[in-house]
C-alpha cells in the first residue's frame, strides 16, 4: 500500500493483492521505519459499524476507517476510488482518497505487475 501525505491530503494507493486483502480480511497495513526504532504505521480498516469514511492519528500510526460495505463495494466493482473529506480543528478540513493503484504508462511494469492495468492500455 502507498500512502502519500501533502498538506491536508491523504491518498492511500492499493495493488490487486492489497485490495483483495481489504475485501477478505477488512485491513491492510504497511510501516516505513526510521532511526531509533521509530515506525510510521499506516493501516486501511473496514469497519461494519462505521458509517463514513475517517482517519485517526495516534502513537505514531495513521489510521483510515471505511465503512465494510463501502469496502466490499469497492473491491468488487470498476470503482477506482472512494474519498470524503473530515473536519480538523479551527475550521479546516482532511480530504481522503483511496484508490486501486493503476500501472504507469511510462515505465517498466516489472516493479508493478500487481497493480492494475490502466485503463488507457485496455
Known amino acids: 500500500m502507498k500512502l502519500r501525505i501533502k498538506d491536508n491530503t491523504i491518498r492511500l494507493r492499493l495493488s490487486q493483492t492489497e485490495v483483495r486483502q481489504v475485501e477478505e480480511t477488512g485491513l491492510c497495513m504497511g510501516e516505513t521505519p526510521f532511526l531509533g ?3 510510521l ?5 473496514a469497519d461494519s459499524n462505521e458509517e463514513n469514511i475517517f482517519a485517526t492519528f495516534e502513537r505514531q500510526s495513521l489510521t ?6 463501502m469496502a ?3 473491491a ?3 470503482l477506482v476510488g472512494l474519498e ?7 475550521g479546516g478540513a482532511l480530504h481522503i482518497l483511496i484508490e486501486k493503484d493503476f500501472q504507469c504508462l511510462h515505465r517498466d511494469g516489472e516493479e508493478e505487475k500487481d497493480n492494475y492495468p490502466h485503463p488507457q492500455n485496455t
Do not use: E, M
Not at 504505521?41 to 480498516?45: D, E, F, G, H, W
Open 37 to 39: 526504532g521509530n515506525k
Open 64 to 69: 483510515v476507517f471505511v465503512p465494510a460495505d
Open 41 to 45: 504505521r499506516y493501516t486501511l480498516q
Open 84 to 90: 470524503a473529506s473530515q473536519a480538523v480543528d479551527r
Open 76 to 78: 468488487k466493482t470498476d
Open 72 to 74: 466490499q463495494n469497492w
